[in-house]
């Protein structure tokens, strides 16, 4: 396993300089990386665990809720393509944003929402995309915005799981996939 530094690489991790990139916490990270790959503009993708108190976690030691990690999607995008504004936007269609360390059937700490990022420039149109989707709720937004602390890529296993398994389990109903497809970008 690999540990992407955000303070060490422009991004984070192996991110080329005409990319950049967003880390994206919303349930079970199968669902949510096969929904933003299909996202035109979105180069790469990778699950892991986000933002958690310990080293080299597993996904055995993640399920426990004592090492604090969110299954994660790291999202690279080529913003000439895709706007940060755009894919949150998405983002906040393929969650339940008020719910607390669960999405769909999945509960735990793991399965929180949050966005990390690691360019302090993202930090506007994060607050003003937040923003307007808490206008949309009387309840408080339980997504976190937080800068990227640290992040571990998972198993090769979970990596395009659901690629690998078609029939696998997903929170996300497949129609959102085909709403992620159709999408028009901004850039």
């Not at 096969?34 to 108190?53: C, D, L």
């Not at 597993?58 to 604090?68: L, R």
């Not at 393929?94 to 420039?121: L, M």
Request: proline fraction near 6%; glycine fraction near 8%; aromatic fraction near 12%.
């Amino acid at each position: 396993m690999k540990e992407n530094n955000p303070q060490s690489l422009s991004g984070g991790g192996d991110t080329p300089a005409t990319t950049k990139v967003i880390y994206l916490a919303g349930g079970c990270f199968w669902g949510t990386e096969h929904y933003f790959k299909m996202i035109e503009g979105v180069t790469a993708t990778e699950v892991g665990y986000a933002n958690g108190i310990t080293e080299n976690p597993t996904y055995q030691e993640v399920c426990t809720d004592k090492t604090q990690f969110a299954e994660t999607v790291r999202v690279v995008y080529d913003p000439t393509k895709v706007g940060l504004r755009f894919l949150l936007q998405m983002y906040f269609k393929a969650i339940d944003p008020t719910s607390v360390n669960q999405q769909g059937h999945d509960v735990g700490s793991q399965y929180r929402t949050g966005i990390y990022y690691v360019d302090e420039d993202d930090l506007p149109v994060i607050e003003a995309v937040w923003q307007a989707e808490q206008e949309k709720y009387e309840q408080p937004l339980a997504v976190e915005k937080r800068p990227l602390e640290n992040f571990y890529t998972a198993e090769e296993y979970h990596q395009d799981y659901l690629d690998k398994n078609p029939d696998g389990y997903c929170h996300l109903p497949l129609s959102l996939f085909e709403f992620a497809k159709k999408a028009k970008p901004e850039p």
